[in-house]
């Protein structure tokens, strides 16, 4: 199964960027990475996605390496209401040809005042 | 347009009881998939259904099982309970299986269920 590598924590100053990193080296050619993030009592919450592009959307940007080993996701100008676990998912295949997202541990971003 | 809905959002058993949590999805959804959390193993993925199906399913013991009406709301049970399932339990709701790569998935608030 393609598995995601993230740190399990990273701060940023209020109205800074935020540069969050995943490793999935062992990610498919036809596999999509996705992020999500999750607040505290919250159930996790859609972020974006891609496949080999690079994404942008009124949340965040996500940059894909060329060889998609490896993606960084950016929140452009962070706020205290972006502390949240980010959560950088793949899709892995099984025998039966059906997908499920595998989830790591994710990155505890704490943003600081 | 209502968001997926848990019931209940907190739930206490005994050992050896069974559960039933709930979700609805979001209106127009067909596939819901179940997930349970825990502080050290993170989310793991439960069961998927669409269309009354079940299309895809976690590495979890028999005691965990699920349907998924007509109405695309979906029920999973839990037999047995042990104290180790304790956890969060996620329901998400996407208008196609997950089998499509190029669908993002809705979550509820979750199920906080303890057994003591």
């Known amino acids: 199964d393609a598995k995601t590598t993230q740190p399990p924590s990273m701060d940023c100053a209020e109205g800074r960027a935020a540069n969050l990193p995943c490793n999935h080296s062992t990610i498919s050619g036809n596999e999509y990475v996705y992020w999500y993030r999750q607040i505290h009592s919250q159930g996790p919450q859609y972020i974006i996605h891609?496949?080999?592009?690079?994404e942008t959307n009124e949340m965040a940007s996500l940059i894909i390496t060329e060889d998609r080993k490896s993606s960084t996701l950016i929140l452009p100008h962070a706020t205290l209401r972006d502390t949240a676990v980010y959560y950088c998912?793949?899709?892995?295949?099984?025998?039966?040809?059906?997908?499920?997202?595998?989830w790591g541990l994710g990155t505890s971003l704490a943003v600081n005042p | 347009k209502a968001g997926v809905t848990q019931t209940p959002r907190y739930l206490i058993k005994t050992r050896g009881q069974q559960v039933t949590l709930s979700c609805s999805p979001i209106?127009?959804?067909?596939?819901v998939s179940w997930y349970q959390q825990t502080p050290g193993q993170g989310l793991q993925f439960l069961f998927e259904y669409f269309s009354e199906t079940q299309r895809n399913k976690g590495n979890f013991p028999g005691r965990f099982s699920g349907r998924q009406f007509s109405n695309s709301r979906s029920e999973m049970n839990v037999s047995t309970l042990e104290l180790g399932d304790s956890a969060l339990y996620l329901c998400?709701?996407?208008?196609?299986?997950?089998?499509?790569?190029?669908?993002?998935?809705?979550f509820g608030q979750g199920t906080r269920l303890t057994v003591v």
């Open positions: 998912i793949v899709r892995a295949m099984n025998a039966g040809n059906n997908r499920k997202l595998i």
């Open positions: 891609g496949l080999k592009n690079n």
């Open positions: 209106s127009g959804h067909r596939s």
């Open positions: 998400a709701s996407s208008y196609l299986p997950g089998t499509d790569m190029n669908t993002e998935a809705f």
